[in-house]
């Protein structure tokens, strides 16, 4: 597997070269087909990388956005990644992305999960640039490791899957892993010393498929670009 590694001095840094390399991946679709698709990750990880992103010459009106996972919020719920992306990537001129929302006033993703499946069937398919987060516990999107839906998540060929997390709180929507495979662009945006180890560990370790981190199984399955971007 080849996986780009970009190391930063800084979270800013961090922020700013990822938000330019987005920028310059959604342009280039832009120019290729007139509009260009984006999935981004939520937590604590991505807001100021928002922020920046949110700054640069972009036609934000031919970016399509959403979430590659939701907690199933309300969207003014703390918890919520759709709150973390209206406040800080939606505004000013990216106010213009045309965002899909992963949540609906359904009581579980469950329930809510056909909804979101057309909704994202609108999207410009397959994604341009998908921007994935990862948990200590090495999910990404909201692929946990021993959740009861995650084999089926991993081989579903709907765009979506519902997910209860076995500890993390919130039940989830999530793109699947073969939805995320096809992306042109997968980013891993990650900090800290130990998610770094995780990853290293993640992406080398000798075990049967369904053992490996969620985040290993889905990049061995990306085919196309892939690459990390961290900082301590
Ligand atoms: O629950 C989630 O966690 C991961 C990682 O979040 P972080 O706060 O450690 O950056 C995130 O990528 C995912 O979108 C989110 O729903």
Not at 176 to 192: C, M
Request: glycine share 6%; hydrophobic share 45%; aromatic share 6%.
């Amino acid at each position: 597997m080849s996986v780009q590694w970009h190391e930063f001095a800084s979270k800013d840094q961090l922020d700013q070269q990822l938000a330019q390399t987005i920028g310059q991946q959604l342009n280039l679709a832009i120019a290729a087909r007139g509009k260009a698709s984006l999935a981004v990750s939520g937590g604590r990880t991505p807001a100021g990388m928002f922020k920046a992103l949110s700054e640069l010459d972009i036609d934000f009106d031919k970016v399509y956005a959403t979430l590659v996972d939701e907690r199933w919020v309300p969207v003014d719920h703390a918890d919520s990644n759709e709150r973390t992306v209206r406040q800080n990537l939606l505004v000013g001129k990216a106010a213009a992305i045309h965002f899909v929302s992963p949540v609906s006033a359904a009581a579980t993703p469950h329930e809510g999960q056909a909804e979101i499946e057309q909704r994202f069937a609108t999207l410009p398919a397959p994604f341009d640039v998908l921007i994935l987060g990862m948990g200590e516990d090495g999910h990404t999107a909201s692929l946990f490791p021993n959740a009861p839906e995650l084999e089926a998540a991993c081989a579903s060929t709907d765009l979506v899957a519902a997910v209860t997390p076995p500890v993390a709180p919130h039940k989830r929507i999530t793109l699947t892993l073969p939805t995320i495979a096809k992306a042109h662009n997968v980013i891993v945006h990650i900090t800290g010393e130990g998610k770094k180890e995780l990853l290293q560990t993640a992406l080398t370790e000798d075990k049967p498929l369904t053992e490996q981190y969620p985040i290993r199984r889905v990049l061995d399955a990306v085919k196309g670009n892939k690459s990390v971007f961290w900082t301590a």
